[in-house]
């Protein structure tokens, strides 16, 4: 009987001894599988990033052949960049984007950062519509901005 239950015991090593070297192979394989996912979750995240980007000039290019460019205040600040090449100037005016307390970001709504820092939309969308003008929209002058008010203007 302690004969028979050595070889159960040498079996059982060998057992676990194989269990042990396979769990390893299949941890590297898994290792590797999602090194592999990640590296696509990146590259999808850059081609939709393109995409979008590329949705978004297709768009703007179709408002601007259609003559239907106009400054919304639930427009981003991203497309409010790409309608005309001064906008940055009037946002800049209103103290929009010009430190760091008052940075906005692309994604905001003209509308959000207004309401976040304390800008006269009105004010601010009749600037911005003037860029555009009569002809191409490129030959508006922007209104003057105001000076700040109050101290969330600065």
């Known amino acids: 009987m302690p004969t ?4 159960v015991a040498a079996l ?3 057992v676990a001894y194989l269990a042990v070297r396979r769990a390893a ?17 990146a590259e999808m995240t850059d081609v939709k990033d393109k995409l979008e980007a590329q949705i978004l000039d297709l ?5 601007r052949q259609a003559g239907d460019l106009r400054f919304e205040p ?6 409010a960049l790409q309608v005309h090449p001064r906008v940055a100037e009037v946002l800049a ?3 929009l984007g010009g430190c760091s307390n008052c940075a906005v970001s692309d994604v905001d709504t003209i509308q959000g950062a207004c309401q976040t820092y304390g800008v006269d939309q009105n004010a601010l969308m ?8 009569p002809g191409d929209g490129r030959s508006g002058q922007p209104e003057t901005p105001r000076a700040p008010t109050s101290k969330t203007d600065m």
Do not use: P
């Not at 028979?4 to 070889?7: F, N, R």
């Not at 898994?30 to 990640?38: A, R, Y």
């Not at 768009?59 to 408002?63: G, I, N, S, W």
């Open 4 to 7: 028979a239950a050595l070889i």
């Open 12 to 14: 059982a090593l060998i």
């Open 25 to 41: 192979a299949l941890d590297q394989r898994l290792g590797s599988v999602d090194s592999s996912l990640i590296g696509l979750r």
């Open 59 to 63: 768009r703007f290019d179709l408002r």
């Open 74 to 79: 639930a427009m981003t600040i991203a497309e």
């Open 93 to 95: 005016g209103f103290r």
């Open 126 to 133: 009749r600037a911005l519509n003037a860029l555009l003008g």
